[in-house]
Nanobody
């Protein structure tokens, strides 16, 4: 599984961005897919996960009601729609695949990672 994250950029506080995570090679529709982020000098942290069934979604508390994770119809691309962005959302955002059955928020449980896309929110 090779993941390609894209869609990052520079946006003012209150703005929106939509990140995409596309897989080349194996289709990821049957896997749990998560988004994580890492700000300079900080640990990588969980943002959102969409499980393999599409029925279970979990978000980091600070992004609930602002971010939405979803898949396209093929299941091979996963999106993270981000609204009402805040300066504290600034980070490199990564998508990752977990081949386990139960979706997880733990970084170490994910098997494949994309290269990351920079999101910068100015105040």
């Amino acid at each position: 599984v090779q993941l390609q994250a894209s869609g990052g950029g520079l946006v003012q506080a209150g703005g929106s961005l939509k990140l995409s995570c596309a897989s080349s090679g194996r289709n990821i529709r049957t896997y749990n897919v998560g988004w994580f982020r890492q700000a300079p000098g900080k640990e990588r942290e969980f943002v959102a996960v969409l499980d393999w069934s599409g029925r279970n979604i979990y978000y980091r508390e600070s992004v609930k009601s602002r971010f939405t994770i979803s898949r396209d119809n093929t299941g091979n691309t996963v999106f993270l729609q981000m609204h009402v962005l805040r300066p504290e959302d600034t980070a490199v955002y990564y998508c990752a695949v977990d081949t386990g059955y139960v979706p997880t928020v733990q970084v170490e449980e994910y098997d494949y990672w994309g290269q990351g896309t920079q999101v910068t929110v100015s105040s």
